[in-house]
Structure formats: structure tokens, C-alpha cells
């Protein structure tokens, strides 16, 4: 029997997918969770075998969150189910330790799939995913100027570009305003932005992040 910890913010989501899960005999849903923070505090205190785990939410995002929980808990694996397909996020979030990675347009079969291989202990990832995490490693010219950040960096833009402030993504974080400041200075650099205007219209170039989601 496989123990699942569904994280996503919206409930619609989570219950279609504990629908989903219910129907297979060998998967047991035992518990949810809307965000980062619950979601590693459940796994602190249930280890689940296996989380799938939403990358966009409210404060500690779904980078973050996979970091936690891969640092404390060897046992559970993680498969992040998001709706980015570009990288850098998916190879970034392959390359901290996560077990699966799956888009939310993939079908239930797949996911399925992706359950029972990630809770083999063999890693998953969408077939158009990996292709681009594919043709990312080969480091071509034209390349996503977002490949350059770090992890921290990246879980910063993602929260400037959804209209987090500094004082909220540092105690999400559970950083200093002036650490989150340090970092965005840094990725300012790197990415030749002069604003956090700039820096969504450049993820939105890079379809690092969607329309709909601002």
C-alpha cells in the first residue's frame, strides 16, 4: 500500500485527485494539505511514502517545501505536479532530489503510471518533460537566461513574479528581508533586470511563469 499526501492550494484539484487515487486499490490518500508549510509539518509528523506536491501556492512554495521534506525525511519520496513545462524549474527541481515530475494536463493514467514507478524506487518524468530537460543540458545559445539562477534564487523569482513583498517571502522562507534583498540584487544581476516588473515580463517571455497565474 502506498500512503499519499496530496499539496495543492486549490480544492477543486485535491479532489479530483483523491478521486482519482481512490479507485486504485493499492493507493491510500492519508491526508492533504494547501500549502508548503502544512505540508512538510504532515510529513514531519506522518511520513508518507509518497507526495505529490503542487509547485505554485501561497507563502512556502512547492521548491521550497520538496527541499524541506527530502532533508528530513529519507523515506518519502516526492512527484511535483505543475503546470510548468519549460525549464528551468523542472530540471532544478529533478536535480534537488525529487522522485517525479508530472504536468497538470497529464492524464490519470499517467499519473497512475508515474505512482507505482516513483513508489518502486525508479524516477518518473512526463515524456515532453524530459525532453526539455534534455535539450536544456545541452546548453544551447538561445538557451532560458533562468537556467542561470540557483535554487533560492528561483524560489524567489517565482514569488516576486506572483506579487509576494520581501517581508512576507523572508519569514516564508524563514530568511532575513535583507537575505531575500541579497538574493534579489544577485538575480537582478544575472538576469540584466532593473525591476520586478521587468523580471515578470521576462518570465513571461521564457514561459517561466503563465498569464493567468499573475
Known sequence: MIKLLLVDDHELVRTG????????????????????????KFCRNNAPDLVLMDMSMPGMGGIEATKQILRFSEDTRVIVLSVHKENPIPAKVMQMGAFGYLTKDSDPQEMIKAIYKVGSGQKYVSPDIAQQIALGQLNLQ????????????????????????????????????????????????KLNVSTDVELTHLALRHKLIQSEQL
Do not use: C, H, Q
Not at 164 to 189: C, Q
Open 17 to 40: 485527485i483523491r478521486r482519482i487515487l481512490e479507485d486504485v486499490a493499492d493507493f491510500d490518500v492519508v491526508g492533504e494539505a494547501i500549502n508548503g508549510e502544512d505540508a512538510v
Open 142 to 189: 538561445d538557451g532560458n537566461p533562468f537556467e542561470s539562477l540557483s535554487d533560492r534564487e528561483l524560489e524567489i523569482t517565482m514569488m516576486l513574479t506572483k506579487g509576494a513583498k520581501v517581508p512576507d517571502i523572508a519569514v516564508s522562507l524563514n530568511i532575513s528581508a535583507k537575505t531575500v534583498n541579497t538574493y534579489r540584487y544577485r538575480m537582478f544581476e
